[in-house]
């Protein structure tokens, strides 16, 4: 069975500082993607960054890069020069290619940025 | 082309009332899943439809709780003799569910609150 785990509930920086969030997961899969969403208040569910597990390189999208260790089944967001727009729930989530593709979700943490 | 359309918004019951989600795909989309997010709590999967089937309803609550997608028109989740616990917010998302990768398209949510 799948697992994502986000052990930090809540984290506060402030505008234009870097912020990581952390997320371990749990497969037995070899093929699988590894998701970062945002859930701002309006509850919509907005990707932010993919990785495929098969690629080693990680995926970057404007000012959120993703530090992936396989070997470790580590999932970090960094996202650069934070925003105010950036406040939001963020969730970390996994699917295995093979089968139904449903996503499994981690707690989610709780990101304010302070002006 | 518009995004995964989920009506209502927002809906409130009485303990014991039936409640209807509908679910509407993007264009193109034949797959749909649900995913349910109690308060403070991460995405949970539910159900993964395609059209007129019932691929996998491993996370469906066994009773009152029932999912369909039928060749014409929306998903519909329905939840019967609704208690307090199944207040929640309930999201679709649709793919088009090619070989390999599949991006899933989230609607913006029903907040289902039962009195």
């Known amino acids: 069975a799948q697992t994502v785990t986000q052990s930090q509930p809540e984290m506060s920086v402030q505008e234009a500082e870097t912020v990581t969030l952390s997320c371990t997961y749990d497969t037995s899969e070899s093929n699988y993607y590894l998701f970062w969403y945002k859930q701002p208040p309006s509850r919509q569910m907005i990707l932010v960054i993919r990785q495929e597990a098969y690629k080693q390189q990680n995926a970057t999208e404007n000012r959120f890069s993703v530090n992936f260790q396989k070997a470790a089944k580590s999932f970090s967001l960094k996202i650069s020069d934070s925003q105010l727009g950036d406040t939001a729930m963020y969730f970390c989530?996994?699917?295995?290619?093979?089968?139904?593709?449903?996503?499994?979700f981690g707690q989610g943490t709780r990101l304010t940025i302070n002006p | 082309n518009a995004g995964v359309m989920q009506n209502p918004r927002h809906l409130v019951r009485r303990r014991g009332q039936e409640a209807r989600l509908r679910c509407s795909p993007m264009k193109g989309h034949s797959h749909v899943y649900w995913y349910r997010q109690l308060p403070e709590e991460g995405l949970k999967f539910m159900v993964y439809l395609q059209k007129e089937n019932i691929i996998d309803e491993s996370g469906m609550p066994k009773e009152r709780f029932s999912a369909e997608f039928p060749k014409e028109g929306p998903s519909i989740l329905r939840i019967q003799q609704v208690v307090r616990g199944d207040s929640a917010a309930y999201f679709c998302?649709?793919?088009?569910?090619?070989?390999?990768?599949?991006?899933?398209?989230f609607g913006p949510g029903t907040r289902l609150t039962v009195l």
């Open positions: 989530a996994s699917y295995q290619v093979q089968g139904a593709q449903k996503l499994v």
């Open positions: 998302a649709s793919s088009p569910r090619t070989s390999g990768h599949n991006e899933q398209f």
